[in-house]
Nanobody
Framework: QVQLVESGGGLVPVGGSLRLSCAAS????????MGWFRQAPGKQREVVAG???????NYADSAKGRFTISRDNALNTLSLQMNNLKPEDTAVYYC?????????WGQGTQVTVSS
């Protein structure tokens, strides 16, 4: 069973920064891809950024230029550096990992951007 544990969320003012981390219970090189999603109250979960085993990245338009996804294979950790945060970034952020036909999720970490 794979466990993903997010951390790093919190309350930050507009324009501030946060770095989210996702610790995996197994070697993340084994995953085909990993990503960050978020879900705001009353809205559907949406993708924020993704990264493949080979290191290729992709971002939602809302995240481009402000967020950076990265992975540390030695520490089995996925990260999301978020800069210039806006009130619309307020959401629960989830880490996701894909392996073959399986998808694994963390429990989420709350990010609140105050205006």
């Amino acid at each position: 069973q794979v466990q993903l544990v997010e951390s790093g969320g919190g309350l930050v003012p507009v324009g501030g920064s946060l770095r989210l981390s996702c610790a995996a219970s197994r070697n993340i090189v084994s995953f085909d891809a990993m990503g960050w999603f978020r879900q705001a109250p009353g809205k559907q979960r949406e993708v924020v950024a993704g990264i493949t085993r080979g290191g290729g990245t992709n971002y939602a338009d809302s995240a481009k230029g402000r967020f950076t996804i990265s992975r540390d294979n030695a520490l089995n950790t996925l990260s999301l550096q978020m800069n210039n945060l806006k009130p619309e970034d307020t959401a629960v952020y989830y880490c996701e990992a894909q392996s073959y036909s399986s998808s694994y999720w963390g429990q989420g970490t709350q990010v609140t951007v105050s205006s």
